[in-house]
């Protein structure tokens, strides 16, 4: 009997000890959660969905924005979020979706690999203690077989010099430090992406080997002379010549330019490559190289007029 009462009493415990641990990540969120549910909305922000990654490698749920509308280029960000805090992970997921930013949230480190390879994203934010895997060592990773790089930012309790300089040292274009402040973090991110190779302003027009885009007006023009696209095919077009090099899975280039819509099919995407290949001639004989990356996406690349080559990104 006493021994009986010793185990339950230490259950009890237990069970008290694991529910304190739980309210205390919840209440170390819970400042961060308040400020960015405070904040109004961006009338320039469009709600986008997010879906989280569980452990079978699969959507476990969704919330649409709406009508799953696209975002503008360089307005926001497609974003792997790789954290094994479910709690931790939600609420880094609203700050972000309220920020306008689309966001793809993995529970497990090697269901983000899996989906790397075959897919496309703008930045990478990774929790510095993961279970199934060392931070350091996905970042590594990244590093080794992600090209051109994609950036990729640490976030931490860890405060020691030591932790930063090992993350800095192994790739990491920034690190934060927990708790932070929502407003902070969406600044951080959004000078980083100013800092990237792949990133435009939304306002900002794009002139590349004879083209150039208004993405105000939604007008193009081929070496000075007026071409006609449709309002998908600017879009697409300036996704494009953007991101000169850079494989683009059909699936970023999906979310990037029709949102979340299940009605969009893949063939669509090629017609709309097609029809912009044609209208502005991104052709070698006109100094560009489009290709189709099998079983990935597509890439376009500006052709080096003195060898007639391109520079080569793996993807």
Known sequence: MIRTRHMLA?????????????????????????????????????????????????????????GGSAFAPG????????????????ELTHILTAAGHLVLSFTRPLLFQQQARR??????????????????????????????????????????????IAAYDGGADDYMVKPISSAVLVARLKALARRTRFHTQA????????????????????????????AKEHQL?????????????????????????PDVHTRTLDVHVSRVRGKLGLRPEAGFLLTTIYGFGYRLELLDASQGSAASCSV
């Not at 990478?124 to 931070?135: Q, Y």
């Not at 306002?203 to 449709?230: F, H, Q, Y």
């Not at 300036?238 to 990037?256: F, K």
């Open 10 to 66: 230490t259950g009890r415990r237990r069970a008290a000890g694991a529910s304190y641990r739980a309210s205390a990540a919840r209440q170390n969120l819970a400042a961060v959660v308040t400020e960015a549910r405070a904040q109004p909305a961006s009338s320039a922000t469009t709600p986008v969905a997010v879906s989280h990654i569980g452990g079978e490698g699969r959507p476990r749920d969704s919330v649409s924005g709406s």
């Open 203 to 230: 306002s900002a027009s794009v002139t590349v080997g004879g083209i150039t885009l208004d993405p105000i007006t939604t007008r193009a023009w081929v070496s000075g002379e007026e071409v006609e696209l449709t």
């Open 119 to 164: 897919d496309t994203f703008d930045m990478v934010l990774l929790d510095g203690l993961m279970a199934e895997m060392n931070a350091l060592d996905l970042l590594a990773w990244l590093r080794a077989t992600r090209s051109p790089p994609v950036p990729v930012v640490m976030i931490t309790a860890r405060p020691n010099p030591a932790d930063i």
């Open 75 to 90: 307005d926001a960000l497609r974003i792997a979020l790789v954290d094994d805090d479910p709690v931790q992970a939600e």
């Open 237 to 261: 077009a300036m996704v494009l010549l953007a991101n000169l090099g850079r494989p683009l899975s059909r699936t970023y280039l999906l979310d990037t330019i029709w949102g979340l819509s």
